[in-house]
């Protein structure tokens, strides 16, 4: 079979330096790459090898078959529907879209065009992490009763543009909050019934969007969950606890870009280290299962609805941090699993 053609819409930090390894390594063609500025598309082009550089959607989307999405966020919608409405299959980065029944049409639409719509979440795509959630989910430790995920780290200086600044798409819940929620979708569905949270802005930048966050969620089962998410924190370690009536499951250094992390079982028993198969690069991963997605027919790693679930939560988080209240998710959760059913 002859190899993907994938157009880059976006020019971004995390297309260069995961994406692009990942996408080759598995064989695939960076056939285009499209940003707003000329010059920025001619550069990275070259910088990376490119074929075509564009600012024009439908250039970019000429010949290829996959549209990879890393651009700014409020532009995700827009590009998935020209990608989807030309005939591309769409991968694209979190948070799917900003808007909820704009991501619920775009998943008619793959399913119309008959094509494959996922989002890059690169977290389920961890071996520790997959592990953690099927040993809870197949009650390794009984039921379950909540879990606490701490994903607090130092933004990189690099990093530090319109992640900070108070515009759509902007801030860490959907940066970060957003991926713990996909996290939790590996053992939770559907999302949570509440969400309630508070924001802050501690970070020494000047002040715009809020750059760290601490949330409770909580199911109709009465399962709890706790996040705290910062951009501000230098000295820590990522981790997921998750607790229940007969163990508790910990992963450490897990949360991060690279396939590390160590798994523990704490029960009657004492404490042991689990043993979690092959740490692959996650985002080889993503990679891997987008491509026999589109080949094969296999599921994609995180559907475009466990990523618009993803969404649902991180908004009702900002909404909870914004107004002071709890936020019904309920109601989002049931609007996603009427108007689409079924995971594409
Ligand atoms: P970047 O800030 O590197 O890029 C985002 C956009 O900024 C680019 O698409 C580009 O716009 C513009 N841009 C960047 N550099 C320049 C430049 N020198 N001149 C002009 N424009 C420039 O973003 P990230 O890579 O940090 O994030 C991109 C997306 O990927 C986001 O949606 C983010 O949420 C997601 N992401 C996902 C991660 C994951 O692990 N799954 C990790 C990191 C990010 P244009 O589109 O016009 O080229």
Redesign the pocket.
Known sequence: MRPLRWALL??????AS?MLPAIRGLGGEAAAV????PD?ARAYAAANGIERATTELDTALDGVDVAYI????P??AEQARAALSAGVHVLC??PITLDLREAVGLIHLSRQQDLVFAV???LPCSSVLRTLASMAREDAIGSLLGMRINHAFLLRER?R??RLEDVPGGGVIL?ITVHDAAVIGLLREPPPATAAAQTVRQGPWPKGAPDAVMTVLRWEDDFLAQTHDAYTVPYNSSSIDIYGTEGSLHATDALT?DPIGDLQLRTSSGMSSVEVGERKDLYAVSVGAFTRAVTEGEAPAVSAIAGTQAVAVALAVEEAARSGRTVDVTDVARVLTLEAPNSS
């Open positions: 976006g020019a971004s930090d995390i297309a995961r499209l940003s707003g500025s920025h890393s651009s700014h966020n532009k995700h980065e979190k890059n979440h690169h990093l543009g319109w940066d870009q």
